[in-house]
Structure formats: C-alpha cells, structure tokens
Antibody, heavy 129, light 108 residues
C-alpha cells in the first residue's frame, strides 16, 4: 500500500526559510503528481500546490497565497517530493500534508477523475519570533 | 475561481440516524472532479468518495455520494460513533484544488 511521510517541520522565524520533504513508498512515485495541502490550527484544508509527473512535463502549479515564495520539486530516483518555503509569514503556520494525486480515466463519462487518494500524517510548521 | 460552500457547519445526530451533508459549488462543475474526505480528530484526512459517487477502497457502503452541477451530497446511512469527524468536499479545476470549509459531524 502507498505510504507518505512528511518531515522537516518545526519552529522558524518570520522571513526565514524551511524545506519540507515527503518520502513515498509502496508505489511507483514517478508515475504520479504530488500535492501539498496545509491546515492552519483549527481551520480547514488549503491546497498549496502540486507537481505533475515527468510524463506530464513535471510542471508545477501553486495557490495564489504562496506563489513566488514556495517552490515544489521532486526527486523521482529517491521517491521524494519537496516543498521549499521562503519568506515565511505567521499565516503560513499550519500542518503541511503531502498527498498523492490520482488521475483516473472514467470510461463512462470520457473524463478524468482527479482526487487525492493518499495522505501523509503531516508535519507542523510554526512561524513565530 | 470555484467556491465550495458546505452546509450545515455542524451536524449533531444519534447513532443509527442518517446524515446528509451538502456541498454547493458557485458554478456548475464536472462531477468527475468532485471528491469527499473525512478527517477524524488528530488525524490526516482520508479519501471517502471520488467522482462524486465512487467509494474509495475500504470505505463502508454506509457512505454514499451523489449530485451534479452545483449541488453535491454526502450521505451516511447509519451513523456509528466512529463517524465523528469533519467532512470536506473538494473540486479540481483550472489546475488547482479547492476545498469546502467543512462540516463537523457530532454523535449525540
């Protein structure tokens, strides 16, 4: 079964940087897009961004709230996705989850179904002085 | 940008009762891009339903999804104590994911 494990969270001062890692196992990592989703304390889920598989050009999309500050990358040889977070703000304080993006063709409709089928346990990032 | 509005904010029901959770999209969306997740206290979210009505692997048949256009529903037919959680709907479109604000389900 697919498993995802995030690491790298912690306490960081505003304006500083932090890099999160997501180590995958149990599936062919390079075949899947990977997303990052965050959850501020006591709040709902917010999508941060995703990186497509190399088979889909490995292109990256970001939420407007992090674009220009956060960078997603991947190392398919080691089955790791990264989230580089720069210029951190207090509002970036959250649990950060990595997820596997599933894109499955639906023969009944002729469209793709897109959803997040596996989630890691999350890593807490606290931005505070 | 699609906005997903979930209702009610909180739902309190007794074991064995039927729960109906609503997710309304600000404009018509393709049902293949609509999913539901369950987040139990202190845990990561878990996929329940994808393609608006397909149950994910290992999800009991008490959980069902339906809907199209702008109105989607997650139904839990017979509530059990372990169903206490926050439930989120999610849409994929324009190369981004959007989540509803969640419905908190309490068991009396």
């Amino acid at each position: 079964e697919a498993q995802l494990e995030e690491s790298g969270g912690g306490l960081v001062q505003p304006g500083r940087s932090l890099r999160l890692s997501c180590t995958a196992s149990g599936f062919t990592f390079g075949d899947y897009a990977m997303s990052w989703v965050r959850q501020a304390p006591g709040k709902g889920l917010e999508w941060v961004g995703f990186i497509r598989s190399k088979g889909h050009a490995g292109t990256i999309e970001y939420a407007a709230s992090v674009k220009g500050r956060f960078t997603i990358s991947r190392d398919d040889s080691n089955s790791i996705a990264y989230l580089q977070m720069n210029s951190l703000k207090s509002e970036d304080t959250a649990v950060y989850y990595c997820t596997r993006d599933r894109r499955e063709y639906d023969v009944l409709t002729g469209y793709y179904m897109v959803y997040l089928d596996y989630w890691g346990q999350g890593t807490l990032v606290t931005v505070s002085s | 940008e699609i906005v997903l509005t979930q209702s009610p904010g909180t739902l309190s029901l007794s074991p064995g009762e039927r729960a109906t959770l609503s997710c309304r999209a600000s404009q018509s969306v393709g049902s293949t891009y609509l999913a539901w997740y369950q987040q139990k206290p202190g845990q990561a979210p878990r996929l329940l339903i994808y393609g608006a009505s397909r149950r994910a692997t290992g999800i009991p048949d008490r959980f069902s999804g339906s809907g199209s256009g702008t109105e989607f529903t997650l139904t839990i037919s017979r509530l059990e104590p372990e169903d206490v959680a926050v439930y989120y709907c999610q849409h994929y479109g324009s190369s981004s994911f959007t989540f509803g604000q969640g419905t908190k389900l309490q068991i009396k």
